[in-house]
Each structure stands twice: as C-alpha cells, then as structure tokens.
Nanobody
Framework: EVQLVESGGGLVEAGGSLRLSCAASGFTFDDYAIGWFRRAPGEEREGVSCISSSDRSTYYTESTKGRFVISIDNAKNTAYLQMNNLKPEDTAVYYC?????????????????WGQGTQVTVSS
C-alpha cells in the first residue's frame, strides 16, 4: 500500500524558515516524481514545486522560485521542501503527491497518491 506522510509544518514568523518532509512507503522513489502542492483557506490546491527522482529535474512556481528548495533522499525514500523567507501568503496546508514521469508533471491531476497534509502558518 502506497503511503505518504508529510511533517515539519508549524507556525513561523514572516522571514522564517521551515523544512517539510514527505516520507513514502509501499514503493520506492525510483522513476517517480514528487510534487508539493498547497491549499490556502478558501482556495483550491495549487502547485508549489516538483522534482523527478530519476534526473533530479525540478520546477518551481514564480511565487516560490528563489525561496523554496525541493530535494529527494532516495536512500530514505523521503522528499523535502526547504522553505525560506516565508511570507504570510505562504500560509496553507501543504501536501506531497507522487506521479510518474520526467520531467516532473506540474498538473495536480497527474498525481496519483497524496499525503494527509501538514499545516504551515506564517504570521506577519
């Protein structure tokens, strides 16, 4: 059974940092893509960043480029999202998802499995 478990969320002041983790079980990251998405209150889920486990190609949205860094540790079957210089508008529930393909798909519908999410709250 495929399972994804996010952790690392919390409350942080604007300008602070958090590192989210996405621990996977039931499959290995080889030949899969991991995507981070988020859903702010009253909004739809939107993409944040994604990475291919095979060639490490990455994608960031304009709002996260230069502030967030996505990575994978294949040995630990865990993906990470380092979030720096956080802003109040980054407040959301963050989810990781698994998809096939390289380059990593950007569309939410391409992701087959999801974790339960972790709350990130950035105070001004």
């Amino acid at each position: 059974e495929v399972q994804l478990v996010e952790s690392g969320g919390g409350l942080v002041e604007a300008g602070g940092s958090l590192r989210l983790s996405c621990a996977a079980s039931g499959f290995t990251f080889d030949d899969y893509a991991i995507g981070w998405f988020r859903r702010a209150p009253g909004e739809e889920r939107e993409g944040v960043s994604c990475i291919s486990s095979s060639d490490r190609s990455t994608y960031y949205t304009e709002s996260t480029k230069g502030r967030f860094v996505i990575s994978i540790d294949n040995a630990k079957n865990t993906a990470y999202l380092q979030m720096n210089n956080l802003k109040p508008e980054d407040t959301a529930v963050y989810y990781c998802g698994v998809a096939e393909g390289s380059p990593p798909p950007r569309a939410l519908v391409e992701y087959d499995y999801w974790g339960q999410g972790t709350q990130v709250t950035v105070s001004s």
